[in-house]
């Protein structure tokens, strides 16, 4: 026997222990890892986190496929995205009950310069919060912003985003509106 022939044979041994659910998996394993990417620029996330919750949703999608309704690919497409957009709102809703889980992000690395550090410990934590939400906004936060770089990009639609959704997880009004003051004051926008 050659080694090429040995190769091939291990190769094709491997195909054939497979179990039909494994064999699908690795059919639509790249399709997973699309629709995982689409929802993590979409929404944010961890990418492991999400890619752990697609495949979970994979298996649901496997067990309950039929194949008189569709093709595999677009089913498993369909039930990784809605679990992966279920997932987030449960996550949403526990973070409304604790709303100390969805406000608390850290600065990412990317924004310590240019003297944010110095910024952010001279603000209350209540304008740490806000700076921190616009520099790294949640999955449902990502949502109601406009788009980085648009042509219709206003520093206002972000204020107003960033305040409603202050308002959704339990932030009075006064609360908010003080919050934005302290951060113009000591950016030098005065009030």
Not at 18 to 39: C, G, H, M, N
Not at 94 to 110: F, N, Q, R, S, W
Request: proline share 5%; glycine share 6%.
């Amino acid at each position: 026997m050659t080694t090429s022939s040995i190769t091939r044979s291990s190769t094709s041994k491997r195909v054939e222990d497979k179990t039909p659910q494994e064999q699908s998996y690795e059919d639509v394993r790249r399709l997973i890892a699309k629709v995982s990417s689409s929802f993590r620029r979409r929404f944010g996330g961890d990418y492991q986190e999400i890619i752990s919750e697609a495949n979970v949703a994979f298996l649901e999608a496997y067990r309950t496929y039929d194949c008189d309704r569709g093709s595999f690919s677009k089913r498993v497409s369909y039930v990784v995205y809605m679990q992966l957009v279920e997932n987030a709102c449960k996550r949403m809703n526990h973070a409304k009950k604790y709303p100390e889980v969805l406000i608390t992000p850290d600065v990412p690395e990317k924004h310590h310069h240019g003297g944010l550090g110095s910024i952010l410990s001279e603000v209350s934590e209540d304008a740490a919060i806000v700076i921190r939400l616009v520099l790294d906004p949640p999955g449902e936060l990502y949502c109601r912003m406009p788009p980085p770089r648009s042509s219709s990009f206003r520093a206002e639609e972000v204020r107003d985003a960033v305040a409603d959704f202050l308002l959704d997880v339990g932030w009075a009004t006064r609360r908010v509106i003080d919050a934005f003051d302290e951060i113009r004051e000591v950016l030098g926008y005065g009030i």
